[in-house]
């Protein structure tokens, strides 16, 4: 494995070195456009002066609500050149939601799309952003919002004070703050510093071996860790290309593979079930070839990389395995290493990342975990929580000491996953202590979907679990005790795609008497899970 290239200490510098080393090589596609490392730097840097023409401070926060494209990219650099926080927003996250999150963070202005699959994300910021400026990328501008050719304008007038911003900043200033939904349902807000992303980028292309000339497609959204750092940061350190696509359909990507021939990729299962398929139905051509995959979200069958070989002659499969809490990555496996290594662990810690279990959890019903490691062997006396300390993991949950106290001790973070750590240094994972489901590469938190349902008039408690999905890895479904008149479960599924992001709706609701509970009362989540699998009869895919 090639070893980390040295990054700079911050995204601007990073940004300004690759525009120096390689100004003529391609930095970003998107559709029929191209931008070089130096032609990039040159739009970064202008809107990073039209951001500071508008009052942008250091540290303010500033949401993006932008799907994958050119502008958002351009928009997302530019934040953090200027010295502001990008706040991420998913383009499937209903307006409650980013209102929420825009309550929380205290955003000095919003980014939003003007249009995207039929749905103007700046009209709806300007409805619940409460006076906060919104400023709309593409054409069509809501009245009320400021276009980004205005933005743009601004920084052709020059600011001779954008340097020193650059010059002022540190490779420990907070340049991205993730919200996620968190156990309780209540969303909180992940610092991440500019250096321990860049690092990990690095190191991520260092292992994948994306390198110079490569072009690699950002199968994220640019609100997920996997897209604003994996999707523009790793091939930026690496002086590969990132190509843009809005939507991440089977036919989106083929094409995308199809003009660009990449030789890394980084994609769920799901989304690699998919792409095979497109290769036998010829919508990909036969004779693509991608030399190294990476994948994580759920384990990886045998069968796939069987699968992946033989039909688009990939040499490696990396499992990979980390959280937004930890820069995205932990852990990867390694090119070469043999196919029942990376189906059954997810690799061993990455440069700068240390790893450890913590034994003696409960499940949640009290349950010593050690009473559910049957067949796990030798495995069983080494199992606890995953714990990971490094410069990787974040400075902690925005205005949430309290928060940021239950999860961090001595700079080991608490994953909330549970696995051993083998004889060869490699990470297996068993479990979850927390209740997350993880649906085609989104986390999904139950309690979240939890309160949605408990909010209808009709629904007196509600449970959410994960249960095995063929295309997705898992979904949700829900078990719920009606209140009064008994609602129909289509009703209920609909109540919640009204109010959450869909990969957040429960593909099964069902209607019991009681929920089963253990001894002290608490909600007995496996029993669920294991009434859920037998109603279902077997993994679906539909959906």
């Known amino acids: 494995m090639s070893r980390p290239q040295q990054v700079s200490a911050t995204i601007a510098g990073e940004l300004s070195s690759a525009a120096a080393d390689c100004p003529d090589r391609a930095a970003i596609y998107f559709e029929a456009e191209r931008r070089t490392f130096s032609e990039l730097r040159d739009h970064v840097w202008q809107a990073a002066r039209g951001l500071l023409a508008r009052g942008l401070a250091p540290g303010d926060r500033v949401a993006l609500w932008v799907p994958n494209t050119l502008e958002g990219a351009v928009a997302l650099l530019a934040v953090i050149v200027a010295g502001g926080a990008v706040v991420p927003m998913n383009t499937r996250y209903r307006s409650h939601e980013v209102s929420e999150i825009l309550r929380q963070a ?47 304008a601004a920084g052709d007038a020059g600011r001779s004070d954008l340097e020193q911003r650059v010059q002022a900043q540190s490779g420990d200033d907070v340049a991205v703050v993730q919200f996620t939904s968190g156990t309780t349902g209540q969303p909180k807000g992940v610092m991440l510093r500019q250096g321990p992303m860049l690092e990990t980028a690095s190191t991520w292309s260092a292992v994948a071996g994306l390198g110079r000339g490569d072009v690699y497609p950002v199968n994220y959204p640019l609100a997920h860790a996997g897209g604003y750092k994996t999707g523009l940061l ?57 030399r190294t995959i990476v994948t994580g979200s759920s384990m990886v069958p045998p069968q796939l990389i069987r699968e992946l070989s033989s039909v688009l002659g990939v040499s490696d499969v990396i499992n990979a395995y980390g959280l937004t809490e930890a820069s995205g990555v932990c852990t990867m496996t390694r090119r070469g290493d043999p196919v029942e290594l990376v189906c059954k662990t997810v690799g061993a810690p990455i440069d700068g990342v240390e790893v450890r279990t913590v034994p003696a959890l409960t499940g949640g ?53 549970i696995g051993w750590i083998g004889a060869d240094g490699c990470v297996r994972i068993v479990g979850r202590a927390k209740d997350m489901v993880v649906v085609g590469g989104f986390n999904v938190y139950p309690a979240e ?52 992001a869909n990969f957040k709706v429960p593909r099964q609701v ?34």
């Open 106 to 152: 205290r955003c000095h202005v919003v980014i939003a799309a003007a249009s995207f699959l039929g749905r103007s994300f700046a009209a709806d910021a300007l409805e619940i952003a409460d006076g906060v400026p919104v400023i709309c990328l593409g054409a069509d501008a809501p009245a009320d919002a400021v276009p980004w050719p205005e933005i743009l």
């Open 234 to 290: 790793s091939p930026m350190v690496a002086r590969a290309a990132s190509a843009l696509f809005p939507v991440v359909t089977t036919e989106t990507l083929s094409a995308v593979i199809s003009a660009h021939r990449p030789a890394v990729l980084n994609a769920p299962p799901a989304v690699l079930h998919s792409l095979l398929a497109a290769v036998r139905d010829g919508t990909v051509p036969a004779s693509t070839r991608i």
């Open 365 to 417: 019903d009290d349950t010593p975990l050690a009473g559910a490691t049957d067949g796990l062997g030798e495995a069983a006396r080494g199992i606890g929580e995953i714990e990971v300390r490094g410069r990787n993991v974040m400075a902690g949950y925005l205005d949430d000491p309290a928060a940021t106290a239950e999860v961090m001790d001595d700079g080991w973070l608490r994953t909330g996953d």
């Open 449 to 500: 979907v939890e309160h949605v349902l408990a909010d209808h008039p009709n629904v007196g408690e509600a449970a959410v679990v994960g249960v095995p999905h063929e295309r997705l890895g898992e979904v949700a479904v829900a078990f719920v005790v009606p209140s009064g008149t008994a609602p129909e479960p289509d009703t209920l599924v609909q109540w919640c795609r009204d109010r959450l």
């Open 510 to 543: 069902w209607l019991i008497d009681a929920l089963p509970r253990g001894a002290v009362g608490k909600i007995s989540k496996p029993d669920l899970r294991t009434r859920a699998i037998a109603l279902l009869g077997a993994p679906h895919s539909s959906g």
